[in-house]
């Protein structure tokens, strides 16, 4: 059973930076895709960011530059390094996951291409 565990999530103001982290089990699965969403209020889920088991990344264009996604395979856990936090990043940050079945299957920012979810973590940004 995979459990996606959220952490690092508070309160900070404009400009400020703050590390989201995502504590990863029971997958085991050598082709995957790992993913960061978040809901603003009054909006739909997005996808902010993702990294596949080859470290490759894609960003949305709304954190592109900001933001970074990475991983800690030693500690199974997925980070999302956030710079420059502006009042449109208040949201709650979930992490996602799920394997890739076939070589042709990519890793996209898709809400409905991932099976596993985190419990979610409150990022507040003010001014």
């Known amino acids: 059973q995979v459990r996606l565990m959220e952490s690092g999530g508070g309160s900070v103001q404009s400009g400020g930076s703050l590390r989201l982290s995502c504590a990863v089990s029971?997958?085991?699965?050598?082709?995957?895709?790992m993913g960061w969403f978040r809901q603003r209020p009054g909006k739909e889920r997005e996808g902010i960011a993702n990294?596949?088991?080859?470290?490759?990344?894609i960003y949305a264009e709304s954190v592109k530059g900001r933001f970074t996604i990475s991983k800690d395979n030693a500690k199974n856990t997925v980070l999302l390094t956030m710079n420059n936090l502006q009042p449109e990043d208040n949201a709650i940050y979930y992490c996602?996951?799920?394997?890739?079945?076939?070589?042709?299957?990519?890793?996209?920012?898709?809400?409905?291409?991932?099976?596993?979810w985190g419990q979610g973590t409150q990022v507040t940004v003010s001014t």
């Open positions: 996602a996951a799920h394997d890739l079945k076939s070589t042709v299957q990519i890793c996209t920012l898709i809400s409905t291409d991932f099976n596993d």
């Open positions: 029971g997958f085991t699965t050598g082709r995957y895709c």
């Open positions: 990294i596949d088991h080859d470290d490759h990344t």
